[in-house]
């Protein structure tokens, strides 16, 4: 069920798109993930999405022996939801990228819903130097860079999780996202309720403009009526603009350092609860209430805490 008035806050902690010389506040080690999601949930998020890093490059790691080394740490500190990414990173295969939701069985995974050109090299004109080699590598190949989502992709990460209990956080980069998912919901390989997360601002998808985030909510509406549950992430500068204008129209808000680095025009995000507590006021300032971990489960049809594997 939906409980009026009420807004999820998902908290994406450190992903993989942002890399150590663009901020000093990108978490990478264990214990800065740790410390950063207890802080966000704290702050007011009811979902916490976390990736994984090298914690001596920064580098993203999607091996479970990465995940273990926060993931106990986080279900101790809060009460939140814990989100495990199967996006892992664009340069990963998806046998690599699923393998911590297979073994970890969180209440939610995020599942990308379709193949894209997936954009970054163009922060090569930003950055000059950089920490470490990779970084230039990784921004570069993005130029020739085919983000592989496939439908066959998406059923093996269905059947991988589903009987865990585990619900998906549904990323939709462009509207033909919607349809794939609505494919999948036609063939009974999802049920709702549908936690859909529109993303805005990535080059190779949808843009951010006012107009792109109606169109979604539109397509979205068309295709599930009351059957899904919708929050936005916008990435970068678009993040806070794209939040206002969905929470306004009754949907939910993802924030985090792994969707933009930045707490205002020019001003770096000193850690995630900077960002969570910025969706805070936006959300409140409309007249509605943050959700919490529990009202959210019951938004979302959780399994809850006490059924994941870590």
Same mark, same amino acid.
Request: glycine content about 8%.
């Given at each position: ?16 798109? %942002? ?5 000093? %506040? ?6 800065? @993930? *740790? #410390? ?5 949930? !704290? ?5 916490? %999405? ?22 106990? /740490? ?19 295969? +998806?046998?690599? /990228? ?16 379709? &193949? ?15 920490? $470490?080699?990779? !970084?230039?590598? $990784?921004?570069? *190949? ?7 989502? &496939?439908?066959?992709?998406?059923? =093996? +990460?269905?059947?991988?999780? =589903? ?11 462009? @509207?033909? %996202?919607? =349809?794939?998912?609505? $494919?999948? *919901? ?15 601002? @990535? ?5 951010? $403009?006012?107009?792109?985030? #109606? ?10 009526? #009351?059957? =899904? ?30 969707? #933009?680095?930045?707490?205002?025009r020019g001003v770096l995000a000193k850690s995630n609860a900077d960002q969570v507590k910025l969706a805070r006021k936006i959300i409140e300032g409309l007249g509605l ?11 979302? &049809?959780?399994?809850?805490?006490? *059924?994941?594997?870590?």
């Amino acid at each position: 069920m939906s409980i009026k008035g009420k807004v999820v806050i998902t908290c994406a902690i450190t992903g993989s798109i %942002h890399t150590p010389t663009m901020t000093p %506040h990108l978490p990478i080690t264990p214990d800065e @993930i *740790a #410390s950063e999601a207890v802080a966000a949930a !704290e702050a007011g998020a009811a979902i916490l %999405h976390l990736h994984a890093r090298d914690p001596e490059t920064g580098k993203p790691d999607q091996t479970p022996e990465a995940f273990a080394r926060f993931l106990p /740490r986080i279900k101790q500190s809060t009460n939140a939801a814990v989100n495990i990414t199967t996006g892992g990173s664009p340069f990963m295969t +998806v046998e690599e /990228r699923v393998r911590p939701a297979a073994q970890f069985k969180p209440e939610v995974a995020s599942l990308n819903m379709g &193949s894209m050109n997936f954009g970054l090299f163009p922060l090569l004109d930003k950055y000059t130097e950089f920490k $470490h080699d990779w !970084e230039r590598q $990784h921004l570069e *190949a993005t130029r020739d860079l085919v983000f592989r989502n &496939s439908f066959k992709d998406i059923e =093996y +990460v269905l059947e991988t999780c =589903y009987e865990n209990g585990t619900r998906f956080e549904f990323e939709c980069y462009d @509207i033909g %996202h919607l =349809y794939n998912l609505k $494919h999948f *919901a036609d063939r009974g390989l999802v049920k709702p309720p549908f936690f859909i997360q529109s993303v805005f601002g @990535i080059l190779g998808g949808i843009g951010a $403009h006012p107009e792109d985030v #109606s169109h979604m909510k539109r397509t979205a509406d068309r295709l599930f009526g #009351s059957d =899904y549950r919708w929050s936005v992430l916008g990435a970068g500068a678009a993040q806070l603009r794209v939040a206002a204008q969905a929470a306004a129209m009754g949907g939910n808000i993802r924030v985090g350092i792994e969707d #933009s680095i930045w707490a205002g025009r020019g001003v770096l995000a000193k850690s995630n609860a900077d960002q969570v507590k910025l969706a805070r006021k936006i959300i409140e300032g409309l007249g509605l209430e943050v959700a919490t971990p529990d009202e959210a489960r019951e938004i979302l &049809s959780l399994k809850g805490g006490d *059924a994941v594997n870590f």
